[in-house]
C-alpha cells in the first residue's frame, strides 16, 4: 500500500513569491492535514481537509491557503513569501471520518527555503 | 489556550536502561494522544497511542500512561537500544477538533 506522497521534495523560493505544495494521502484514506515544522516551533497545524471541506484551521496569517480534491488529495499555498516561512511542510493522512481520532501517517515532507 | 508541554527536552540515558517521557495537556476534554518517533532527516512515525477511556497501553518495550485527573501521559521505554535514538513528540487531539497540538519534543540519546 503506497505511503503518503508529498511533493516536491525541496524547494529553493525567493520572498515575495508564491508556491503550492502538494500530497497525495494514502488510498482511501479522506482526511489530510498539514503541518509547518521548525526547530524553534515544533509542529504547528496548519489545517485540515475532508471531503474537500476544511475543517479545521490553525492560526496562520491569510496568506497560507489549501484544498482538497475529490480525489482527496491536497494542496496548500502559501503567497507573498517571507523568510519566516521557512520551514519543513509535512502532510499528514488520517482514516479519520467523524469523531473518533486515529494516529496519522506522515509523508516525507516538502523543505521550503525563501531567500 | 490549547497547549502541550514536553518534558524534558533532551534525554540520555545508557543502552539497557529505560527513559521516560512526560507530556501535560491543557484542554481536559482532550481525548486521544498519540506518541510519534522522528529520526534525523526522516518523518514521523506513530509508535503508540492512548484514549481517553484507557489508564495503559502496552506495545512490546513501548507503553504510555494516561492520568487524566492529573490531566498528563507519559510515554515509557524500556531496555533502550541504539536505534532508540530519536526525537519523540507527544500530541493531543482537543474534543470537537480536527487538529492536534504537539508538545516541542524530547531528543533521546541511547548512549551504547
Known amino acids: 500500500k503506497a505511503g503518503v506522497t508529498q511533493t516536491p521534495r525541496y524547494l529553493i523560493k525567493t520572498r515575495g513569491q508564491q508556491v503550492t505544495l502538494s500530497c497525495s494521502p494514502i488510498s482511501g484514506h479522506r482526511s489530510v492535514s498539514w503541518y509547518q515544522q521548525t526547530p524553534g516551533q515544533g509542529l504547528q497545524f496548519l489545517f485540515e481537509?475532508?471531503?474537500?471541506?476544511?475543517?479545521n484551521k490553525g492560526n496562520f496569517p491569510g496568506r497560507f491557503s489549501g484544498r482538497q480534491f475529490s480525489n482527496s488529495r491536497s494542496e496548500m499555498n502559501v503567497s507573498t513569501l517571507e523568510l519566516g516561512d521557512s520551514a519543513l511542510y509535512l502532510c499528514?493522512?488520517?482514516?479519520?471520518?467523524?469523531?473518533?481520532?486515529?494516529?496519522?501517517?506522515f509523508g516525507s515532507g516538502t523543505r521550503l527555503t525563501v531567500v | 489556550g490549547e497547549n502541550v508541554e514536553q518534558h524534558p527536552s533532551t534525554l540520555s540515558v545508557q543502552e539497557g536502561d529505560s527513559a521516560v517521557i512526560k507530556c501535560t495537556y491543557s484542554d481536559s476534554a482532550s481525548n486521544y494522544f498519540p506518541w510519534y518517533k522522528q529520526e534525523l532527516g526522516k518523518r514521523p512515525q506513530l509508535i503508540i497511542d492512548i484514549r481517553s477511556n484507557v489508564g495503559e497501553k502496552k506495545d512490546q518495550r513501548i507503553a504510555v500512561t494516561l492520568n487524566k485527573t492529573a490531566k498528563h501521559f507519559s510515554l515509557h521505554i524500556t531496555e533502550t537500544q541504539p536505534e532508540d535514538s530519536a526525537v519523540y513528540f507527544c500530541a493531543a487531539n482537543p474534543s470537537g477538533t480536527y487538529k492536534y497540538i504537539f508538545g516541542t519534543g524530547t531528543r533521546l540519546k541511547v548512549l551504547a
Open positions: 499528514a493522512s488520517s482514516p479519520r471520518t467523524g469523531e473518533r481520532s486515529y494516529g496519522y501517517t
Open positions: 481537509y475532508f471531503s474537500e471541506t476544511q475543517r
